[in-house]
């Protein structure tokens, strides 16, 4: 009875809180309230639910071997209390970085974002010479690996490798549009490569990346330009878990007619490790970051240093099918208290990026940021959800793009009056 009461408790927690945070007079604006308690529904609480709802028989045979209702109650008390943590520094980091006006009254008559709060604008030349070099070095790999790419879906090593750098052009190209978008939101030239690129993820059954950004540009719409409706919620929330479901199914060479039971199967494989873990090892309290912290080397080229691998710690963790569910990456990294503190920072420090903006960057890291909540920050491990898609591709890439064109801009400026000295100034008399 108490793990009943528990269940529905991590269920109805952040459901309740997004819901209350994210609706306004009929509207409904997402951001990473929204997102994080989405993510947490689907990958921390779902599957625990699959196990009380559904038959062992129904359930992949991994799975139902280690599921073990003995630690239900434990964990279930450990992720209501992380969701509160959220919640704290969620309501801290609005109170400290509250707006001097409230959203609500900046949105006007048509719950448009007025005029004057656009951001300063970047340059769209520049900005499109990185789009074109993206996709001219996106076009290159393809070409380089299309055996790989276009093979029936593994884990093998080769092909996933080869998936990553697909994918890093084509998220690459996705913050390129975003920081265009930040700037100047209407429709661009941007838009077709990172199409493209898109849909070429999802042909290779790359899917959650594809619905990551498709939860990008609903933040940037509801935030920036106009919130959604509750029917064009429904709608579209019908619509992409159709497609990305089928596109699952398809992945797999299973019947469209899986496509639910698809989506269903994502969390539920990817607690695999999940289920490993708490029936092996017990909660850990606290721990240090030692293999986040080795994960950062990762970022290094390996052209410049070739050995970094052997600064990669990594975790014993059962892990068959690649996805590493993230309650297992916090344990072995922080511990329950470590990560209750990391929670309460977590919505502090998105509050401090949406604070500022009126940027075209920090727009766009919030952006980004809020998108990767959804699915990357629940089943990837660190390496790839937090050093790669969150620091390297949300926060480092946006920023050293920005920094260029300002740099360029600076020179521009210089050599504008410089010419204008070695003009010769004409002047006419009465």
Request: charged content about 15%; proline content about 6%.
């Amino acid at each position: 009875m108490i793990e009943w009461m528990l269940l529905f408790s991590a269920f109805l927690l952040p459901a309740v809180y997004a819901w209350r945070h994210s609706v306004d007079r009929g509207r409904i604006r997402i951001d990473h309230v929204a997102l994080f308690s989405l993510g947490f529904i689907f990958y921390w609480v779902t599957p625990i639910a699959c196990g009380f709802f559904l038959r062992a028989e129904d359930m992949p045979l991994a799975w139902a071997a280690l599921f073990d209702l003995r630690w239900i109650g434990p964990y279930l008390i450990a992720i209501v209390a992380l969701y509160a943590a959220f919640m704290a520094g969620d309501r801290c980091g609005a109170w400290i970085y509250r707006p001097k006006m409230c959203r609500a009254k900046m949105f006007r008559a048509k719950l448009c974002r007025p005029k004057t709060l656009r951001p300063r604008s970047l340059s769209p030349q520049i900005l499109g010479l990185f789009s074109g070099g993206a996709f001219l070095i996106l076009l290159a790999e393809i070409a380089a690996h299309r055996e790989e790419l276009l093979a029936p879906y593994t884990t093998e090593v080769s092909l996933q490798i080869a998936r990553g750098n697909v994918t890093a052009w084509v998220v690459l190209l996705g913050s390129i549009l975003l920081l265009r978008l930040s700037s100047h939101p209407r429709f661009t030239v941007l838009m077709l490569p990172f199409a493209a690129g898109a849909i070429f993820l999802v042909l290779i059954g790359s899917r959650l990346y594809v619905a990551s950004f498709v939860l990008m540009f609903g933040v940037f719409r509801s935030l920036y330009i106009c919130p959604f409706s509750k029917k064009q919620i429904i709608f579209a929330a019908a619509a992409l878990a159709a497609l990305f479901g089928t596109v699952g199914a398809l992945r797999v060479n299973s019947s469209i007619a899986d496509a639910g039971v698809n989506l269903l199967l994502e969390p539920v494989l990817t607690s695999i490790s999940l289920v490993y873990f708490l029936g092996n090892d017990h909660l850990i309290w606290l721990a240090a970051p030692k293999y986040l912290l080795s994960d950062f080397s990762n970022l290094i080229p390996s052209a410049l240093f070739p050995g970094k691998a052997a600064l990669i710690q990594a975790p014993e963790v059962f892990s068959p099918l690649g996805a590493l569910h993230s309650f297992v990456s916090f344990s072995f990294n922080f511990g329950l208290i470590g990560t209750a503190v990391f929670m309460f920072l977590l919505p502090v420090a998105l509050h401090w990026i949406k604070a500022r903006d009126g940027s075209p960057l920090y727009r766009t890291m919030y952006v980004m940021l809020s998108g990767w909540l959804a699915f990357t920050f629940f089943r990837d491990p660190f390496s790839v959800s937090l050093v790669k898609t969150m620091f390297q591709h949300s926060i480092l890439l946006p920023s050293a793009m920005v920094a260029f064109i300002r740099l360029a801009e600076l020179a521009g400026q210089g050599v504008a009056p410089a010419r204008a000295e070695g003009i010769p100034q004409f002047t006419t008399s009465d």
